[in-house]
């Protein structure tokens, strides 16, 4: 288990804070155009679908970037590439059609769910980390259920819409309760 170093704590979590909270928006915005688009597979929607993990990637590296002082960000990095590869993956999977994009939005979701888990419980010293924790945990059982739903009959993407907006709101509460830290710089 990495130790946080306590000075940066307060650095840390203001950065956080500030990501989370875009983090939340771009989530909202996001599903909300991907509900538009959701029973059909066409070019917004195949955009969206790459657009939400790039998105991750870039997140995540700002994360890395901004908690480097507090611990590793090893776990951050793993997210990267399973991010960047999700993207190329559901760009490819989107010429053989929803079930073939559902299967590997819901991979990357168990994935992502996990190393989110670890990461927030690896900085749970920080504070504002049990929402991160759930949403980890919550990730990965929604992944496995993108995964079973490919295999039904009339599969959309609205669930893939559906899932941004409760990852947003965790993000959300995250920043909201990482503020009592970030005050004590």
Known sequence: MTSIAAPAIPAAASALRRL????????VVWAAVMF????????????LLVLYPLFDV???????RSSRATGSVLGLYVNVAVSLLTAIGVGIASTSGIPAVLRVWGAWA??????????AVNRRKMGGQWPMIISGAI?????????????ADGATLTNAAGYAIPGGIFFLV?????????KQS
């Open 58 to 64: 870039i997140a995540a590296l700002v994360d890395a």
């Open 174 to 182: 995250s920043a909201l309760r990482l503020g009592r830290v970030a």
């Open 36 to 47: 538009t688009t959701a029973s059909h597979l066409g070019p917004l929607a195949v955009t």
């Open 20 to 27: 989370y909270v875009v983090r939340f928006a771009f989530a």
């Open 110 to 119: 168990i994935v992502a769910g996990v190393v989110q888990l670890i990461v």
């Open 139 to 151: 990730s990965a059982l929604a992944g496995t259920s993108f995964i079973v739903m490919a295999g």
